[in-house]
């Protein structure tokens, strides 16, 4: 049998963080590869070492790493992650190596890993690409939904605003609004 240590060795810093993430919040699935891929966009942003490895760029549904799409699907291979659907989760292989990872990475990076999932990953389609468009308008050149988005954004930023994964303040950038005029939309 293949030691857990073995497997760490041979892997990518970007796979390591791929099962970091699926690890995250109690090892929760990932709905889909538009969560997985927005989710390690955010912690892209924060380590370089992700960023640099996983290369994010625009893409028709905003930020996209070809990359983190291979290393996945690598992961899949050596049965560390498994499919069931379009979610996607840890294998029990997948928990003894992100258990060893755990212990590898410092508290900070696993909360911060953690909060980006607890972010994202139950939100919808709509609301998922509305924060991320809003947020990073520099990938949205590509996209192939970016009118729908438009239209429907005063809704959305009020539907994340009420699921308190954004304050009033940035749900109303998100609108498109003054604060004040977004406060009273919120008060309705």
Do not use: C, H
């Not at 989710?39 to 924060?46: H, P, R, S, V």
């Amino acid at each position: 049998m293949v030691e857990v240590d073995d497997i760490i060795e041979d892997m990518s810093e970007l796979q390591k963080y791929i099962v970091l993430l699926l690890s995250a919040n109690k090892g929760e699935s990932i709905k889909g590869k538009t969560w997985f891929q927005k989710e390690l966009f955010l912690i892209a942003k924060n380590i370089k070492v992700v960023s640099e490895e996983a290369s994010f760029n625009s893409d028709f549904y905003g930020p996209y790493s070809e990359n983190a799409k291979e290393q996945l699907a690598e992961l899949e291979l050596d049965e560390i992650v498994v499919k069931d659907g379009s979610a996607m989760s840890l294998s029990k292989l997948g928990s003894q190596i992100s258990q060893r990872l755990e212990q590898k990475t410092p508290k900070q990076r696993l909360e911060m890993i953690s909060e980006f999932k607890n972010l994202l990953n139950d939100l919808n389609d709509d609301e998922i690409l509305t924060f991320i468009y809003f947020t990073f308008p520099e990938f949205t050149e590509e996209s192939l939904v970016l009118d729908n988005i438009m239209k429907n954004r005063k809704q959305v930023a009020l539907k994340l605003y009420k699921k308190e994964k954004i304050s009033v303040q940035r749900a109303a950038e998100i609108a498109g609004e003054p604060l004040e005029r977004f406060i009273r939309d919120v008060e309705k």
